[in-house]
Structure formats: structure tokens, C-alpha cells
């Protein structure tokens, strides 16, 4: 970490970047990819163990299980797109869901500590998915003509504007929405990731120059961030899902 002349180690875009330790295939793995790898066996992982083998009285993996899978059904998908809608597509918002939490979680696991959707690959990636969903989806319930129409917001009620104003939402559905689904996500975990860093080196930095105090309230910073970030993980999980969930109720909907 450069020091910028003043013995500070200052964190900034080098904290985001990590050398790779093994290629395979031609591909260099670092510790990022490693991360998102981990995570995916952990979600799988807990939902097998959870239902693979239900039970009628369910077990206290299972009752976990169901409810992380119930908050997302019920809270989420039932309350944005409505039981008969939203029901079929359940199993993909619990899998983003858990995801994206997972993901998030490294950030204050001793020895990770990284959020994986700090990098904007990762989040760019599941956004996608969700747009690869919606849209296709529009067209084919509405058909070819009906789907522009839902995604412009064409009306002829508007009278004049009404070319306007399927310019601007073409522009902000077909674009601006995916662009801003996935930075949503990478710049709360990316800002979150470096204040931690910031606090953390601090704390270390002011201990080494017995500047004990400072160190003290830097230490405690450090906590509260984390503590704070543990909330924020959540909440841009649920955040990510709910407007995934919206985008396809919009796709769904009679009506832009």
C-alpha cells in the first residue's frame, strides 16, 4: 500500500486488486474469484443440506432454511408481484438473494474480508441475468408490438409528447435500469469496503505512532462500521431482489 510520502498507508484501488495465485485452463484465479466460487458452494450447499431430506417436523436446518426461503417468497416476491405471479419465480430470487448476502458477507469474515460485489463484475453479471429475464419476458407476454409499447410507455393520451416520452423511457429501461441495478450494489459494497479499510489502517497506524487515543477512536469506528456494514449487506441483498422482482412485475403488468 503506498504510503504517499507521509508514512500513511492510504487506501485506495490497489486495496481491489489481487494478484493471481493459479491458472487453470488458461484463466488466472485470484482471490476475488475464489470468493464467488466459496459462495456458491455455501448457498447450495445449506439449501441441500436443508431440503434435500425434508421432514413433516422439520429440523433446526430446516426450519433455517425455510425461513430465509419464506422471507424471500413472502416478503419480497409476494409483496411486489403477488402470489399467483411471483410464485415461479421464487427459486430464482432466493438463489440471488442468499447470493448476493453471501457475497457481501466476506467483507468482515477474519482472513477474507473483501466483498465480493465490490467488484463490478460480479454485480454487472447477476444484473444481467435479471434484464436477460424481464425482457424477453415483455415481448412474450405482451407480443412484439405490445412489448415496446411496455417498455416506451407509448400512449397516445400524451398527445405531442408522447414521442418524448418513450425516447426517455426507452433510454432509462433498456440502459440506464441495468447500469444502475448493478452500480447500486458494487458502490455500497465498494464505499463500505473502503471506509473499513480506511478505519482499520488507521487504527494500526496511529497504535505505531502511540498516538494511543486517536488509535482508541479509530478501534472504535472500525466496530461500528462493521456492525453498520453487516446491516447494509443485507439491506443491498434485498434491494438488489426487490427491483429484480419489480422489473419483472412491470414485464408482467397490463399497463407500463
Same mark, same amino acid.
Given at each position: 500500500?503506498s504510503?504517499?510520502?507521509? @508514512?500513511?498507508?492510504?487506501?485506495?484501488?490497489?486495496?481491489?486488486?489481487?494478484?493471481?495465485?493459479?491458472?487453470?485452463?488458461?484463466?488466472?484465479?485470484?482471490?476475488?474469484?475464489?470468493?464467488?466460487?466459496?459462495?456458491?458452494? !455455501? =448457498?447450495v450447499?445449506?439449501?441441500? /443440506?436443508?431440503?434435500?431430506? $425434508?421432514?413433516? !417436523?422439520?429440523?433446526?436446518? %430446516?426450519?433455517?432454511?425455510e425461513?430465509?426461503?419464506?422471507?424471500?417468497?413472502?416478503?419480497?416476491?409476494?409483496?411486489?408481484?403477488?402470489?399467483?405471479?411471483?410464485?415461479?419465480?421464487?427459486?430464482?430470487? !432466493?438463489?440471488?438473494?442468499?447470493?448476493?448476502?453471501?457475497?457481501?458477507?466476506?467483507?468482515v #469474515?477474519?482472513?477474507? %474480508?473483501?466483498?465480493?460485489?465490490?467488484?463490478?463484475a460480479?454485480? $454487472?453479471?447477476? /444484473? $444481467? &441475468? &435479471?434484464?436477460?429475464?424481464?425482457?424477453?419476458?415483455?415481448?412474450?407476454?405482451?407480443?412484439?408490438? @405490445?412489448g415496446?409499447?411496455? #417498455?416506451? @410507455?407509448?400512449?397516445?393520451?400524451?398527445?405531442?409528447?408522447?414521442?418524448?416520452?418513450?425516447?426517455?423511457?426507452?433510454?432509462?429501461?433498456?440502459?440506464?435500469r441495468?447500469?444502475?441495478? /448493478?452500480?447500486?450494489?458494487? $458502490?455500497?459494497?465498494?464505499?463500505?469496503?473502503?471506509?473499513? =479499510?480506511?478505519?482499520?489502517?488507521?487504527?494500526?497506524?496511529?497504535?505505531?505512532?502511540?498516538?494511543?487515543? /486517536?488509535?482508541? !477512536?479509530?478501534? =472504535?469506528?472500525?466496530?461500528?462500521?462493521?456492525?453498520?456494514?453487516?446491516?447494509?449487506?443485507?439491506? %443491498?441483498a434485498?434491494?438488489? &431482489?426487490?427491483?429484480?422482482?419489480?422489473? #419483472?412485475?412491470?414485464?408482467?403488468?397490463?399497463?407500463?
Amino acid at each position: 500500500m503506498s504510503d504517499n510520502g507521509c @508514512g500513511f498507508p492510504a487506501p485506495g484501488l490497489h486495496s481491489f486488486l489481487f494478484k493471481p495465485f493459479a491458472t487453470v485452463g488458461g484463466l488466472e484465479l485470484n482471490k476475488v474469484m475464489l470468493l464467488a466460487v466459496i459462495t456458491t458452494l !455455501v =448457498v447450495v450447499t445449506f439449501f441441500y /443440506a436443508a431440503f434435500g431430506k $425434508a421432514k413433516v !417436523v422439520p429440523g433446526k436446518l %430446516q426450519m433455517m432454511g425455510e425461513a430465509g426461503y419464506d422471507f424471500v417468497r413472502r416478503g419480497i416476491v409476494y409483496e411486489t408481484m403477488g402470489k399467483k405471479d411471483g410464485e415461479k419465480y421464487v427459486p430464482l430470487m !432466493v438463489s440471488l438473494f442468499f447470493f448476493i448476502w453471501i457475497m457481501n458477507i466476506w467483507s468482515v #469474515i477474519p482472513l477474507t %474480508q473483501f466483498p465480493v460485489a465490490s467488484v463490478i463484475a460480479y454485480p $454487472a453479471v447477476l /444484473a $444481467a &441475468v &435479471v434484464y436477460l429475464v424481464w425482457v424477453p419476458l415483455t415481448f412474450k407476454k405482451h407480443g412484439f408490438v @405490445g412489448g415496446w409499447k411496455n #417498455i416506451t @410507455g407509448y400512449d397516445n393520451s400524451l398527445g405531442p409528447i408522447k414521442w418524448l416520452v418513450s425516447a426517455i423511457e426507452l433510454f432509462s429501461n433498456l440502459l440506464v435500469r441495468p447500469f444502475t441495478h /448493478a452500480v447500486r450494489l458494487f $458502490a455500497n459494497m465498494f464505499a463500505g469496503h473502503l471506509m473499513l =479499510v480506511m478505519f482499520t489502517v488507521a487504527s494500526w497506524y496511529l497504535l505505531n505512532s502511540f498516538l494511543i487515543p /486517536a488509535a482508541g !477512536v479509530s478501534f =472504535v469506528m472500525t466496530m461500528a462500521m462493521i456492525v453498520f456494514e453487516l446491516f447494509v449487506q443485507a439491506v %443491498q441483498a434485498y434491494v438488489f &431482489v426487490l427491483l429484480a422482482c419489480s422489473y #419483472i412485475q412491470g414485464a408482467l403488468a397490463e399497463h407500463h
